[in-house]
C-alpha cells in the first residue's frame, strides 16, 4: 500500500544540478516527515535533509546547506530534492525515507523507504 517511488538520478557535471523526486502512494504528507539520505561505497548512510509533515519545516546537514533545498508539492504527493553546485562528494545513492514522527536524524528511525537513486557527480 505505501509506496515511496524514486525519480531524477543520473550524471551530473561538478557545478550542475539535479532534482530528484519521490512520488508517495498511502501516506499523508501532512503526518509524515520525508527525510533524504545518501550512501556512498564504503561509507554509514546519511542524512542529507528532513521536511517536518506538520508545517514542512525544512532541515539540512551542514554540508549541504545553501547548495541543497528539499520541498514538497502536497497537491501531487511528490517530495524533492533540489540540488545545486554539485561535487563529487556528493556521489551517492540517494533514498527517500519517511517516518510518523517528527524528523530523526538516524535511519533506523524511518518506516518507509525509497528504491534509491544514483547520483554521480563527475567530469
Known amino acids: 500500500q505505501v509506496q515511496l517511488v524514486e525519480s531524477g538520478g543520473g550524471l551530473v557535471q561538478p557545478g550542475g544540478s539535479l532534482r530528484l523526486s519521490c512520488a508517495v502512494s498511502?501516506?499523508?504528507?501532512?503526518?509524515?516527515?520525508f527525510a533524504w539520505f545518501r550512501q556512498a561505497p564504503g561509507k554509514e548512510r546519511e542524512r542529507v535533509s528532513c521536511?517536518?509533515?506538520?508545517?514542512?519545516?525544512?532541515k539540512y546537514r551542514g554540508s549541504v546547506k545553501g547548495r541543497f533545498t528539499t520541498s514538497r508539492d502536497k497537491g501531487n504527493n511528490t517530495v524533492y530534492l533540489q540540488m545545486n553546485s554539485l561535487q563529487p562528494e556528493d556521489t551517492a545513492v540517494y533514498y527517500c525515507?519517511?517516518?510518523?514522527?517528527?524528523?530523526?536524524?538516524?535511519?533506523?528511525?524511518?518506516?518507509?523507504w525509497g528504491q534509491g537513486a544514483q547520483v554521480t557527480v563527475s567530469s
Open positions: 525515507a519517511a517516518v510518523f514522527t517528527p524528523c530523526g536524524s538516524a535511519a533506523e528511525e524511518y518506516d518507509y
Open positions: 498511502g501516506l499523508d504528507l501532512d503526518y509524515y516527515a
Open positions: 521536511i517536518e509533515g506538520y508545517d514542512g519545516r525544512a
